[in-house]
């Protein structure tokens, strides 16, 4: 840690300055905006209820590393410099937006007048299923609740390839899926909308160099590729799920849409809140071991909002610290075959559960699969996501005197296509 995580720095930019801000000095996250008077989308950091526009601090020569790093409608040109540059970076805006600096007003853009784009360009998208909390809680319910967990989950971080196409930044709208159904008391199948609509509450390691193929990563080298982290919102069809997904896991069920939140907040503005994971056991394989704390203190919280109502209701309080593997040894599983990895690979931790009730990331687990309904603020009851609701991920790492912050990934669903 360096100067930038002090706690007690200050910005001019006043509305950072509170305690209960998303996006103080100290965390500096980078996010892809434009607006109506300049809509060519360009790279930002957020700063209080504000933007500086880092396209135009670049053109005025006021930042490190030569230049057409934030003009693009992307940071991956910025992630694929590498870490020099990105402490380089970080120090630099961080002297910048300081108390005691030159105030450049003249560089922000409130966020109300910005619209916010996807931060990077999602080169692949890889989703995992590490904690071992849900892990249990999905085999229980589908499989045998005395051997809840596949013999492979305690030795290597599950996951399968998904789908970049249909990655979208919050506010994206979200369509609800149709698929092919078979409810177990039929015959035959169906092609149908999901009745069975659901969230998964996840974090998205955003992978800052890339490797080469044919070239396997220590944990250390991991750790060390990645940019930063979203929310992420690995939105799933479990009616759909439950039919496709033997025996090569989980396909159309997850393909049509995962939402993450538009700012990108940096592995290095989350040193501070390194945390050591559950001990493992029994001790991974070599390659999978890792030294030093991987996991991060993430609060994170999951609201539900029906159609022309104004209160949202929490159906869901846990923190990412809990999870089995960590994002680095997700990312060191990957590339053990040799599977190179990209700038923009983006790699979900799988959902994030905890042991209370109240604590689960889906509502497959919050309503064991409809069995037991939720009781939303409005008086209505949800077993699945209706048409209209809006669900909401926020997440933040909570310092002293000041919170690092991830703003949200929020959508809301609309009716399916005709079938
Ligand atoms: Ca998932």
Redesign the pocket.
């Known amino acids: 840690m360096n100067e930038t995580h002090d706690p007690g720095l200050k910005s001019w930019v006043e509305s950072a300055n509170t305690e209960t801000c998303d996006f103080p000095i100290q965390n500096l996250p980078y996010g892809v905006f434009s607006r109506a008077d300049a809509p060519a989308p360009r790279v930002g950091v957020a700063i209080g209820d504000q933007v500086l526009d880092l396209a135009a601090a670049e053109a005025a020569g006021l930042l490190p590393g030569g230049g057409g790093l934030f003009s693009n409608p992307a940071i991956n040109t910025l992630m694929a410099r590498g870490a020099a540059l990105w402490a380089e970076m970080r120090l630099a805006l961080s002297r910048m937006l300081r108390q005691g600096a030159r105030p450049r007003p003249e560089l922000l853009t409130p966020m109300t007048d910005a619209t916010l784009h996807l931060p990077f360009e999602v080169t692949e998208y890889t ?3 590490a904690s071992r909390e849900h892990a249990t809680n999905v085999g229980s319910m589908f499989r045998d609740p005395a051997n809840a967990l596949m013999e492979n989950w305690l030795h290597m971080p599950v996951g399968y390839n998904g789908r970049a196409s249909t990655v979208v930044v919050s506010g994206t709208d979200i369509q609800r899926p149709c698929g092919q159904i078979k409810p177990p008391h039929t015959d035959q199948p169906t092609y149908a909308a999901s009745a069975k609509l659901d969230i ?1 509450l ?1 974090m998205g390691a955003v992978v800052g160099t890339p490797s080469e193929m044919g070239a396997p990563l220590s944990v250390a080298e991991a750790d060390a590729m990645i940019f930063g982290y979203v929310l992420l919102n ?1 939105w ?1 069809a479990r009616d759909v799920q439950v039919w496709e997904y033997q025996p090569l896991g ?1 396909f159309q069920a ?1 393909a049509f849409a995962t939402t993450i939140s538009p700012w990108v907040v940096t592995q290095e503005a989350l040193a501070p809140f390194r945390t050591p994971g559950p001990v493992q056991d029994p001790q991974p394989l070599p390659y999978l071991r890792q030294q030093g704390p991987h996991n991060f203190d993430i609060n994170l919280t999951v609201t539900m909002q029906p159609a022309g109502t104004t209160q949202p209701s929490t159906i869901c309080r846990t923190s990412f610290k809990h999870m089995y593997w960590s994002s680095a040894q997700q990312l060191a599983h990957h590339a053990g075959s040799g599977c190179a990895m990209r700038t923009g690979d983006l790699l ?1 931790s ?2 994030i559960s905890g042991a209370a009730k109240g604590s689960l990331g889906s509502l497959l687990e919050l309503t064991w699969n409809g069995r037991d309904p939720l009781q939303l603020a409005d008086g209505s009851e949800r077993t699945f996501i209706e048409d209209g609701d809006r669900l909401t991920l926020s997440g933040h790492c909570q310092g002293d005197g000041y919170r690092i912050g991830f703003g949200q990934a929020a959508g809301t669903v609309l009716p399916a296509a005709a079938v």
């Open positions: 989703d995992f299923y998964e996840e690995d799933s989980p997850k979900g799988g959902t």
